[in-house]
C-alpha cells in the first residue's frame, strides 16, 4: 500500500525556519518525481515545489523561491522541504504528493500544519 | 502562468442528479489536466488525469472531457459521497503547476 506521511509541521515565527519531512512506503519511491503542494486555512490548493526521481531537475513557485529548498534522500525514501524566512502567508497544511502521468498527483499524505505567527 | 477558472464557485444538487463542472485555461493545456476531489479534513484524491482518464478505483460515474482551453468533469448521478470540493490543475506550460479556485459541490 502505498503510504506518505508527512512530518515537522509546528508553529514558528515570521522570519523563522522549519523543515517538513515526507516518508513514503509502498513503492519504489526513486523511481517517481514528487512534489510539495500546500492549502492555507479554508483556501485553494497551491503547488509549491517539485523534484525528479534523482533529484537532478528542481522547480519551485515563485512565492517561496530562495526561500525554500527541496531535497531527498532515495536511501531513507524520504523527501525534505527547508523553508526558510517564513512569513505568514506561509501559514497553511503542506501535502507532500507523488506525480504520475505528466504531474497529475496520484498520491497524498495526510499533511502538516505550518503555522506562522508570533 | 497559465490561469485556471473554475465554474461554478458552488452547485447545489440532489443526490441522484448529475453534475458538471467547468474548468477553462487560460492558454492551451494541451490535455495536461487533472481533477480532483477534496471532502473536509483529507487530502485531495485524483479522480481524471490526462483530461479523460479515470484513475485507478475511481467510479465510472465520473468521467472528464475537453482539450485545449475547456474542460468538464461530469459526475453522471450524485451518491452522497460526492458531495465535496473539486479542483482542477495543468501542467500544459509549466513551472508553475496551477490549480484552479474550486467547484463546491453541496447538497441541496
Known amino acids: 500500500e502505498v503510504q506518505l506521511v508527512e512530518s515537522g509541521g509546528a508553529l514558528v515565527q515570521p522570519g523563522g525556519s522549519l523543515r517538513l519531512s515526507c516518508a513514503a512506503s509502498?513503492?519504489?519511491?526513486?523511481?517517481?518525481?514528487m512534489n510539495w503542494v500546500r492549502q492555507a486555512p479554508g483556501k485553494g490548493l497551491v503547488w509549491v515545489s517539485y523534484?525528479?526521481?534523482?533529484?537532478?531537475?528542481?522547480y519551485y513557485a515563485d512565492s517561496v523561491k530562495g526561500r525554500f529548498t527541496i531535497s531527498r534522500d532515495n536511501t531513507k525514501n524520504s523527501l525534505y522541504l527547508q523553508m526558510n524566512s517564513l512569513r505568514a502567508e506561509d501559514t497553511a497544511v503542506y501535502y507532500c504528493?507523488?506525480?504520475?502521468?505528466?504531474?497529475?498527483?496520484?498520491?497524498w499524505g495526510q499533511g502538516t500544519l505550518v503555522t506562522v505567527s508570533s | 502562468e497559465i490561469v485556471l477558472t473554475q465554474s461554478p464557485a458552488t452547485l447545489s444538487l440532489s443526490p441522484g442528479e448529475g453534475a458538471t463542472l467547468s474548468c477553462r485555461a487560460s492558454q492551451s493545456v494541451s490535455n495536461y489536466l487533472a481533477w480532483y476531489q477534496q471532502k473536509p479534513g483529507q487530502a485531495p484524491r485524483l479522480l481524471i488525469y490526462?483530461?479523460?482518464n479515470r484513475a485507478t478505483g475511481i467510479p465510472a460515474r465520473f468521467s472528464g472531457s475537453g482539450s485545449g482551453t475547456d474542460f468538464t468533469l461530469t459526475i453522471s448521478s450524485l451518491e452522497p459521497e460526492d458531495f465535496a470540493v473539486y479542483y482542477c490543475q495543468q501542467r500544459g506550460n509549466w513551472p508553475p503547476l496551477t490549480f484552479g479556485g474550486g467547484t463546491k459541490v453541496e447538497i441541496k
Open positions: 523534484i525528479t526521481s534523482s533529484g537532478g531537475t528542481i
Open positions: 490526462d483530461a479523460s
Open positions: 504528493a507523488r506525480a504520475v502521468s505528466r504531474c497529475s498527483f496520484d498520491y
Open positions: 509502498g513503492f519504489t519511491f526513486s523511481s517517481y518525481s
